[in-house]
């Protein structure tokens, strides 16, 4: 009577499954419940017609609030931007607009056939993303992702795909950063400190890289199948295949970012030094991958910022030019934004005329 079999504990077979270990890790990120419960807020506040309309005020304010707040810094203090050259600058501007497309095709190689959204819909939330990470801490510029492609007409894709598209795309950012902080690790005017970080990053970036290979197998597996989040997750795997074109996509788009820092940290008289452009744009990734921060463009600002400085830059030069390539990288991030929102209203707009002509 008293022989009946005792139930094990609750993580005595995640001990045994091992694709609980790489999953465990993963599902806070992907399906934690404040996440959720803020992507959930901001789809539900885009739904509506009222929250439409605060939404389109409330940008409207803040983006007029800034430019105020811009024009009354700058009207006692110069611009650094207005030292440079305005043929490298524009080059620059064009460079980061590329760099934002390419991570575009990149982000969209994560997703099945069928809920693939389009490219303009990709593009659209990482510039959401760049505009929202002025005012907020960091990973609300994911959420602000999740919420503009979620709205984007023709969004397959649920939030769930969507998150998980997000975690995969900061592995393979990881994986194509990789040997761009070797090579910043590797140069001559870098501290100690800041070679330590370099290298912490890259090995960041071999690790995913074991993950990400490892991953189709695992997602396969009898074990993975046994739970539901294993039948979830194995038919939206990103194969190897898939994974490897949107790493050369993601590695080109940070190839093209580093030659406009590059022209940046020139015309801004820092000097045209590739590696230095390096270490800039590693430093800057790496402070983007923290959990949380006072701001995402803030904190990516003051990692840039300090990592020119490590450098020999002086700190009056080095922080409104570190200033200086976050702006414009949120001026690409906002203009990729409202070309998308134009593009979209002009879509919307060509059915009613055509059917009031009718």
Not at 251 to 257: G, Q, Y
Request: aromatic share 6%.
């Amino acid at each position: 009577m008293n022989d009946a079999p005792t139930p094990p504990p609750p993580g005595a077979r995640l001990q045994k499954d091992p694709f609980a270990v790489i999953a465990v890790p993963l599902a806070p990120i992907v399906l934690e419940g404040r996440y959720r419960l803020l992507v959930g807020a901001l789809w539900r506040l885009a739904r509506s017609r009222r929250g439409q309309w605060v939404f389109v005020a409330g940008s409207g304010a803040l983006m007029v609030g800034l430019a105020l707040l811009a024009v009354r810094h700058f009207a006692t203090t110069s611009w650094p931007l207005a030292s440079g050259d305005p043929g490298l600058l524009a080059a620059a501007g064009l460079l980061l607009l590329l760099a934002q497309a390419l991570k575009a095709y990149g982000w969209g190689r994560l997703f099945t056939p069928d809920e693939r959204p389009k490219v303009l819909a990709l593009a659209a939330g990482n510039g959401g993303a760049a505009l929202i990470g002025v005012v907020l801490p960091g990973r609300f510029d994911d959420a602000m992702r999740v919420a503009v492609v979620r709205r984007y007409p023709g969004c397959r894709a649920g939030v769930r795909a969507l998150c998980l598209s997000l975690v995969m795309l900061g592995l393979i950012d990881s994986v194509a950063l990789a040997p761009l902080a070797l090579a910043a690790a590797l140069f001559p005017g870098t501290g100690m400190a800041m070679r330590a970080a370099l290298a912490v990053v890259a090995a960041a970036g071999v690790a995913a890289a074991a993950l990400i290979l490892a991953l189709p197998r695992l997602s396969t597996s009898s074990q993975a199948l046994r739970f539901r989040v294993g039948r979830w997750l194995s038919p939206r795997t990103t194969s190897r295949r898939a994974a490897s074109q949107a790493w050369a996509l993601v590695s080109a788009c940070w190839l093209v970012r580093a030659v406009a820092v590059f022209l940046l940290l020139g015309t801004l008289g820092v000097g045209f030094s590739f590696p230095l452009a390096l270490l800039f744009l590693s430093a800057s990734a790496a402070a983007a991958a923290l959990p949380i921060g006072p701001a995402g463009a803030a904190t990516q600002v003051g990692a840039s910022g300090a990592a020119l400085i490590a450098s020999g830059v002086g700190a009056s030069q080095a922080l409104p030019v570190a200033v200086s390539v976050g702006a414009l990288g949120v001026f690409s991030g906002a203009a990729i934004l409202l070309s998308a929102l134009a593009w979209r209203t002009g879509l919307t707009l060509v059915p009613t005329r055509a059917g009031g002509g009718g």
